[in-house]
């Protein structure tokens, strides 16, 4: 009922950069979340880059008395990263891995071992059903030229399709994350348009924190200060996102963010800001109407835009395809020669010196080596392809319903 | 209303064997699929086996007039194989890829390299709201020694799961595909006991077709007859399941399969027979009540057995994770002690006659093959553990959840 007292929801999300050898005093900083944590009243934790499954062992331990129901999300080789901390029992869970994560080659980048995926947990407080995503998309090495726009793009679009499609029954819709994009980015807009999910930042009525809402400032000790010097006040690319269905209807009253060193403390929880909201969600008599007309227009405008981006990646995703497609042929011709010769000098046909053995031998292992990692590559483009176009085709699907639309 | 006319479905599946090269007169069966989707009158056709979009887009073009909508589910190297025709338009889709999908290395099955998947179709029939599930679980090479059946119990379960949190908004869920899995085998338990739905052949008020609804029949020319053995009849691996939620009653008025031989012709459409349904859906007055008590103690059970299975599957996966880490070691060791006796030999420190060149060099490479081999298994079966241990730890909240349950 409407005059039912409204729900007020603490949430707190954050990429802990915590990465076993590489995040500098990773140790140190968890245990400072841990505590700060524990010291706060936060009814929903959402955590990004978790990526050993001690540290979350040791923050449940921790946190078992204030947080009693936490899940972890595990998918990859080295994981999802992602983990949920929660007041209130956690009903359900389910983790939908994204079908393109950069590429295996890029061991610099490493993004492509870590099973990228969004994590839905599903709570109910006072009958209220929320559904609780938390995701952490491929990061942007170099924002001039982007190799990895079209897979997050394809992610920031099946992360919509997931939530589109997980969400029907819920009552309240809430995803927080390290997006990896800007609130302008196409693949953010994409995102809130096909989803209707707002920005608390946007939203919210008092904001406290780094300017604009950024979440990676040069302020911050462990981030690349080079990187940062085209945004001296740093980027927005950690959101908490939301959106009520059915009767309810919710507003963000507080949005704060960290600021780069932990109160009394010479360090910063992470490289990353965190997010902290406090929601509103009161019951309203009647359900709020979608707006249709310019809505529909500027949707149709965000996934054209979006498509033409993915249709981009898929050209150069068929070229790579050809490319090794054509080195692993080489390489086969080649060994196929290799073969033909040593026969030849078995049968005694070659009139001339024979080969030396030990070059002989080499050639034929660089041969084999290339034809092994070529196919591999050709393979995997193969893959990269087929994602790409079923996107392409999924967005163009969506473009003659909205087109359709009245 | 209760007293609108009840709707009538026509529902077609068929995995269609058509592997590029390798299914016998591969072209000819396509043809004639084709041919017979075109002569009757079914609403939605679901296929898989389908590997070659060539085949898909044939059928497309054939089909376009009686079936103007349709959907081809594009994932992994090879694809997913399952596609969609359907007379009603295609409002939305959406794939889910299997977490697990047996062994890179096990080339002789082939499995793993092709993204098996579970399709998520959404049309509306006269105001009735249907998700179409299409799907093809991994097979089962030997029912004695099973090695891939927790893998398939991850599918039965990740299946299950996607069905419950996609299908909250639908009034009707229907499921269709080669499951892989014998009616009382566990995982089919687990998928009817988890999700609700209903097995048709089982529902049926009529039935036609081979005896017992087998889908794999000894009659049938393209079938092992050796494997066939143990089951004279045949087996019943494909099904169409489904249920009514909200409103809704569906009923499965005729089953039917195919029997071998396609009528007037020598060659059967497959090697698996069709399975093709008659539903009769009605609106109702009163949503049926969930029986509870019994059924969840027997749901329990099936949980309970199902992740006893996962708990097998996960102690193999951590000892290949062992064996290959340690190959991996033994290989690194090999190859830190030839990089010694290299740089021994360099600075004169070897005393006797020095490695013959050519066998030195092939132990090397032998060394960095079994290295990077036994590297990549380890990989593998890494996230092997990982998403064994994930389903466990969910079936396990969900053992408790239904323990709780009053």
Known sequence: MKGDPPLRLHVFDLNCWAIRYLSKRRQERMRLIGDMLHREDFDLVLLQEVWSEQDYSDLKVKLGGCYPFSHYFRSGVIGSGLCVFSRFPILDTLLYQYSLNGYPYMLQHGDWFCGKSVGLVIIKISGIIFNIYVTHLHAEYCREKDAYLPHRLVQAWELAQFIRHTSKAADVVLLGG????????????????????????????????????????????????????????????DYILYKAISSYMVKCELLKTTTGAAPGMDVPFSDHEAVMATLHIQRQEQAAGTTFGTAELTLADVVTEARTEVAVGLRVAQRQRYSSGRMAMLALLLLLLQAAATLGALVGLDAGQPFPKLSFCLLAFLAIGVLLLSTGLHLFHTMEVKMLRGTEEQMQMVLRALQECP
Do not use: Y
């Open 178 to 237: 390290d997006l990896n994009m800007h609130p302008e980015d196409v693949g953010i807009r994409l995102l809130r348009g096909w989803t209707g999910l707002q920005d608390a930042f946007v939203e919210a009525t008092h904001f406290e924190g780094c300017e604009d809402g950024c979440t990676l400032v040069p302020n911050n000790c462990f981030t690349d200060k080079s990187e940062m010097l085209p945004f001296p006040l740093g980027i927005r690319i």
